[in-house]
């Protein structure tokens, strides 16, 4: 039993978020057991930009009723540092790699995946059009006529399956479900975390000025708390879009998953809930009845 | 065993997963509890001392203030005993409060061992271990082990006050400092280590305690030329360096993840031990 996405036969419908598992970072603390019992059946790099980046400043992380705050700020090592250092060992986890890109404009995006396309390790690559258009200042993905601009761009730059990561802080996401499709888009994978603010305890109660307490200001909000919006906005893109989506979203069991196939779903995306147990995606694949992925030889 | 679990110089790697263990003891220690967890997997040796674990009560996790803890908490391994993990806990926060209701025959789930730990003094250094508060645990393990390597160690340890100073009963042969005089020197525990220093700077200092001690100790050490290798703490939510949120700022720029590149970092890593290092803030 398998499951087909975009070409690619994966062994169960599991798969991490971006920016949610560090396969190398797991590795190390884990050693030879994180690539025999590896937890996903794809595995989608943390989103990659032109430049390096260090991220933003601590504090990155806030805890909220059954969820987390992160204000994380994209760390990673630019194209040529992730291509150069992190690809050739993340092209020997023993499954389909998919690598995450963002850009400020569509020219930067389709350099990041043009880049991408000349490397065979890749099995596909995912937009996070979560990011402000420089000239424009406005999120790339919340704006449907942008967003199909910009994937219509990109989509000539490779012939590898391009997902498309919606962003959920936008007025209807299923509007810009489509607007992916009809740029080109292989698939669509849902929901990114919500907008969210969380104020230092110092400035409660009025003594001071509210100050935010991440170092990003703002964040995003996971896990539990957001399942249900996930749920939501699954199903509102899945009636909307003939391309296959990934739902994500909240989910740490086989009936969260499911529930996110059933209301059409092709795979399901785990992430806050690794953070409290790395085997989890392997866990639920199990649970919907898919046997362990094969080892890599 | 050994060949699934490599151990580094530095640091072991942890089983894959969290595991579902069983409290056996929660011993009052003045303000503190030490938390026992029987784990015979890992205590044969198989961890690094300095290393961590993710701790979750396995029922009732959230629910508390707040409507949490949603996260599991990074604890020092303070000790291994008769095959028993040993952590210790003080309440300061729904995510602590939980852990410290644990009772015998309870359920936890336990992530680890996790991170770089402590390395042994070079050139024929003693050890000078420093410690503060809550976050004295590691030392005590490092304690052990520095014994079993006939390795000389002098224990520096500092309270807020009288109850807390109790904890200094996890380690033996300790001097002990109170910011209110209430038990041993009435003063900073870093007074203690430049006493120490002005006496023999022949030394390698391991520090685990509050930021504002860590940077205390990492700039006395600095302008001594002292080797420091220190335990930071920092809010995280997973532990192996998925979630990027536990980071300090890098000497000569970037970040440091204080859960895979630490929690033991050596100081010359830093240029300052930054605030958000020891004040979690939202995961406590």
Redesign the interface.
Known sequence: MSVEFCGLELAHPIVNGS????A???R???????DE?FPFAAYVSKTITLEPR??N????????????I?S?GL?NKGLVGYLAEDLPELASLPVPLITNVMGSSAAEIAELVRACDAHAEIAAIELNVSCPNVKTGLDIGADPRQLEQVVRTVRERTSKPLIVKLTPNAADVAVCAEAAQEGGADAVSLINTLRAL?L??ASRGGMRSPEP?LGGRTGGLS??AIRAVALAQVAAVATRVEIPAIGMGGVSSATHARELLDVGARLVAVG?A??????VGARIARELDFPPAPVHA | MSE???ISDR?A??????RLLTVTGMDEMGAYRVLRVADPEVSEGLAVPGQFAML?AAERW?GGE???????RAFSIARFSDGEAHYLLEDVGPGTRRLCELGPGDRI?V?GP?GQGFTAPQDGRRALLVGGGVGIAPLAIWQDELARKDIPAQVLLGFRDGPRARGAALLGAAQVATDDGSAGRHGLVTDLLVEQLDKDGHATVYACGPAPMLETVREICATRSIPAQLALE????????????????RRG???L?VC?DGPVIDAAELDQV?A?AGGV???R
Not at chain 2, 13 to 18: Q, V
């Open positions: 920016g949610t598992f560090d190398l970072a797991a190390r603390a884990f050693g030879a057991a994180l019992q260090a991220g400043p601590p504090p990155r992380l806030w805890e909220t009723p059954a969820g987390l992160n994380i760390p969380a230092a305890p307490w896990g539990p806050t690794s953070f409290r147990d790395p085997t | 699934r679990w490599p640091s790697a942890a089983p894959f997963g969290r979750a959230g707040d409507e949490r803890p949603y996260l599991a789930w992530l996790l920092a809010g995280m939510a997973c532990g192996f360096g998925a979630c990027y949120g536990c980071v300090v700022p720029g970037g970040y993840r895979v930054d958000h803030g939202g995961t």
